[in-house]
């Protein structure tokens, strides 16, 4: 993470927003935490950052209110009840620098992983899978204000 970080710096870019899928949100709120004249919004879609507590010894809550960009958390049904908005996380994500700003789109439908590992000939599989995409697009555009078709810019 920290050599991509250096190198769009070296390139110019100023504004990245960062996706992480399940574990991926765990570096994408440290590189939040740790950039925060850089990442300017994150997407994270059935987030298991709790192994920041139980694989790294790490607090999950602590790291959490650290991050320094609005985050849109998209959870699947089965996910853990604390990634739900009134969850241990939520309650965390809020109370960060950007909180105020954070959203949830849940997918009840859904189980752990379907964005990237669900059957896209299930109709409502796909259904959501293009749902979430066109709502991390949207936040992406919002933060990082990007025209569509615009991720290449600076």
């Not at 899928?21 to 709790?50: K, M, R, T």
């Not at 809020?94 to 379907?114: I, L, R, T």
Request: charged letters at 20%.
């Amino acid at each position: 993470m920290d050599a991509a970080i250096k190198l769009c710096k070296g390139n110019g870019i100023t504004k990245i927003g960062v996706f992480g899928f399940c574990y991926g949100g765990h570096p994408a709120c440290w590189a939040s935490s740790e950039n925060q004249d850089l990442i300017s919004c994150g997407v994270v879609a059935h987030p298991s950052i709790q192994l920041e507590t139980y694989a790294f010894g790490g607090n999950m809550a602590e790291l959490v209110k650290s991050v320094k960009c609005p985050f849109l958390i998209a959870p699947a049904g089965n996910d853990l009840p604390l990634f739900a908005e009134e969850g241990e996380f939520g309650s965390a994500l809020k109370a960060s620098a950007k909180g105020a700003e954070c959203v949830w789109k849940s997918y009840p439908d859904m189980s752990h992983g379907w964005t990237c590992r669900g059957d896209l000939a299930d109709e409502k599989v796909k259904r959501d899978v293009e749902a979430v995409m066109k709502d991390a697009s949207e936040f992406f555009k919002k933060y990082l204000g990007c025209s569509s078709g615009g991720y290449g810019s600076k």
